[in-house]
């Protein structure tokens, strides 16, 4: 198995819900990603998870809360979000943090606050 | 931070043209990334070059990575519209080398 699952695929919510996204690989990478990105401009880093251990968080607002339960799986629990924050949440893995790993994307979701 | 300036910013060719897309970087390149995306879809790994002056090759698409590790340059031979896309460089960020830096894109439309 040589990809990265992203669930849902698409996802509404109002600015009250709480919702999750789900994030899972299977090629034993002990590196995994969060990025988000808005419409034509690229992927910006949200958290980086190095063998299960939250390394980076890039200043991501508290109303974002990721969570990795195993090696396999990333969360990335949602709430009291924002119309603004509408974009592609793209979850990626490596094989670990460090130089010239390359990072293997899932295909996204699509998320849509209103 | 590390910039990433990619060049041009789109690009419309006729199939079976040739083209180039550039990636500048304002400094000394660890490891430089390819990707390429469709609209609203995940990014598709092409290639990765480390070393100065090193250069790889898939089917119709070379990337090389020049001698100083500042630039590097994707070459589509022969367009295809299955070539379309959005193209993406990225590097690794600093040292640590925890996530990757990207361009902005370059966006590709093949004409029949």
């Known amino acids: 198995d040589t990809e990265v699952t992203q669930t849902p695929k698409h996802l509404v919510m109002g600015m009250t819900n709480k919702k999750s996204l789900k994030c899972e690989q299977h090629?034993?990478?002990?590196?995994m990603y969060w990025y988000k990105q808005k419409a034509k401009k690229p992927p910006e880093l949200m958290f980086v998870?190095?063998?299960?251990?939250?390394?980076i968080n890039e200043s991501v607002p508290s109303r974002f809360s990721p969570e990795c339960p195993n090696s396999s799986l990333l969360n990335l629990h949602l709430h009291a979000l924002q119309p603004e924050d509408s974009a592609l949440y793209l979850c990626?893995?490596?094989?670990?943090?460090?130089?010239?790993?390359?990072?293997?994307f899932g295909p996204g979701t699509r998320l849509t606050v209103l | 931070s590390q910039e990433l300036e990619q060049s041009p910013q789109s690009l419309i060719v006729q199939e079976g043209k040739n083209l180039t897309i550039n990636c500048t970087s304002s400094?000394?390149?660890?490891?430089l990334y390819w990707y390429k995306q469709k609209y609203g879809e995940g990014l598709i790994f092409l290639m990765m070059?480390?070393?100065?002056?090193e250069e790889k090759s898939h089917e119709k698409i070379t990337a090389k990575l020049d001698e100083k590790k500042q630039q590097s340059s994707l070459h589509i031979t022969a367009s295809q519209p299955s070539h379309a896309g959005i193209y993406l460089c990225?590097?690794?960020?600093?040292?640590?080398?925890?996530?990757?830096?990207f361009g902005k894109g370059t966006s590709l439309l093949v004409t029949p």
């Open positions: 990626a893995s490596s094989v670990r943090t460090g130089l010239n790993n390359e990072q293997f």
């Open positions: 090629m034993g990478h002990r590196a």
């Open positions: 998870y190095s063998y299960e251990k939250l390394s």
């Open positions: 400094k000394t390149l660890y490891g």
């Open positions: 070059l480390q070393k100065g002056g």
């Open positions: 990225g590097a690794d960020i600093g040292i640590s080398g925890y996530a990757l830096n």
